[in-house]
T-cell receptor, first 113, second 114 residues
Framework: GQQLNQSPQSMFIQEGEDVSMNCTSSSIFNTWLWYKQDPGEGPVLLIA?????ELTSNGRLTAQFGITRKDSFLNISASIPSDVGIYFC?????????????FGKGTKLSVKP | ETGVTQSPTHLIKTRGQQVTLRCSSQSGHNTVSWYQQALGQGPQFIFQYYREEENGRGNFPPRFSGLQFPNYSSELNVNALELDDSALYLC?????????????FGPGTRLTVT
């Protein structure tokens, strides 16, 4: 099935570092969502974006809806150990009859050894 | 506010068998979507139910079917199970009719087909 291009695939963080990840698509979306998934659990919604160019924050997390509507970015500032997990971007087009989300493969955040 | 719940948590089935997974939507939501998540992958859209009817379907064969009930809860049925059906099955609920379209996921059902 279709999946968005998400990068990096994995990264190691040290407490206090800033983290950046992005997601690109060949298709245009009118909605971008970012989720975090911990092992054995379902994805948890972090941020929702609905307008091209929009910048939205949720605590230490900031996400942007790309101007081209084909990409989105997520930044985490001053990372802490509980930020470890897998982050997924998801794009969708709402307002029509279908409401499916298309997900990336995820960016896995781990703690530096 | 009650979140999305799914049952069972884990399930082991044999190839060729049939399985039914259940989902209760978050209170205030009227739409349920089902996703399949293979190990190391992002969730893949199976289908969505709104007003008790299928409202969009991903690239899954007809042996994947579903139902939505008047209380907005939903079932996912898979017939003639194959080994590749082993995955985490996620249910997500949302509200159709507003200006936002956030989907909230349950904890998932881990299906193993042997």
């Amino acid at each position: 099935g279709q999946q968005l291009n998400q990068s990096p695939q994995s990264m190691f963080i040290q407490e206090g570092e800033d983290v950046s990840m992005n997601c690109t698509s060949s298709s245009i979306f009118n909605t971008w969502l970012w989720y975090k998934q911990d092992p054995g659990e379902g994805p948890v919604l972090l941020i929702a974006l609905y307008k091209a160019g929009e910048l939205t924050s949720n605590g230490r997390l900031t996400a942007q809806f790309g101007i081209t509507r084909k990409d989105s970015f997520l930044n985490i500032s001053a990372s802490i150990p509980s930020d470890v997990g897998i982050y997924f971007c998801a794009g969708g087009n709402y307002g029509g009859s279908q409401g499916n989300l298309i997900f990336g493969k995820g960016t896995k955040l781990s703690v530096k050894p | 506010e009650t979140g999305v719940t799914q049952s069972p948590t884990h399930l082991i089935k044999t190839r060729g068998q049939q399985v039914t997974l259940r989902c209760s939507s978050q209170s205030g939501h009227n739409t349920v979507s089902w996703y399949q998540q293979a190990l190391g992958q992002g969730p893949q859209f199976i289908f969505q139910y709104y007003r008790e009817e299928e409202n969009g379907r991903g690239n899954f064969p007809p042996r994947f079917s579903g139902l939505q009930f008047p209380n907005y809860s939903s079932e996912l049925n898979v017939n003639a199970l194959e080994l590749d059906d082993s995955a985490l099955y996620l249910c997500a609920s949302s509200w159709t009719g507003g200006r936002t379209y956030e989907q909230y996921f349950g904890p998932g059902t881990r299906l193993t087909v042997t």
